[in-house]
């Protein structure tokens, strides 16, 4: 019995250090691109005003946002959907519905925790988002912050410290055809 407990141990604990192996390497791969990012901060800045417009009586403004965005907002989700299931294939249907749960529920303990000043923000994003002239979706959501998981993608630019690349060799062609002076009667020999 005790070996069984044992054995058993060690499988828990191969598992538990397989799965964090596993994670790192999906994160590691996994790095967000600039339009992931957006996507991100789209899908926070739309579960923000979404518990508004159920918490603080925004509904009609929330329903005006969405319909102002609404090409911009399904691209967005879009774009979210399929970072997520980059990152994970075989959980990226889960973690995009998860990560929208953990948004919706993150917005709701806001304003638990401070209603007055959560409605007031919310306020002023609609406006912001819905006043005179329309924003640029991207420029609205600029300033929202995603969860630090979300790590950028390293920038790869080129650098004058580095040393420089040979240029690629020409492509071989065949050898230039030779030109028989109009003596040898004008034929062109190979």
């Known amino acids: 019995m005790r070996k069984f407990v044992k054995v058993s141990a060690a499988a828990l604990m191969l598992t538990c250090m397989g799965g964090n192996v596993y994670a790192a390497a999906a994160t590691a791969s996994g790095c967000a691109r600039p339009?992931?990012?957006?996507a991100l901060k789209t899908a926070a800045m739309q579960q923000r005003l979404m518990v508004a417009a159920l918490s603080c009586g925004e509904s009609q403004s929330y329903n005006n946002f969405v319909r102002s965005y609404q090409t911009e907002l399904q691209a967005s989700d879009k774009n979210l959907q399929t970072y997520f299931r980059r990152v994970n294939g075989k959980?990226?249907?889960a973690d995009y519905h998860a990560y929208k749960t953990r948004l919706a529920n993150s917005s709701s303990m806001a304003v638990i925790n401070d209603m007055t000043g959560y409605c007031a923000s919310a306020k002023a994003s609609f406006e912001q988002a819905l006043g005179g002239t329309k924003t640029d979706l991207a420029v609205f959501i600029s300033d929202t912050t995603v969860d630090q998981r979300f790590a950028p993608c390293p920038l790869q630019t080129a650098?004058?410290?580095?040393?420089?690349a040979k240029a690629p060799a020409a492509p071989r062609t065949r050898p230039a055809q030779r030109t028989v002076?109009?003596?040898g009667g004008g034929v062109a020999q190979k």
């Open 35 to 38: 339009a992931d990012l957006n």
């Open 91 to 93: 959980t990226g249907t």
């Open 159 to 164: 650098t004058s410290s580095e040393p420089t």
């Open 181 to 183: 002076s109009a003596q």
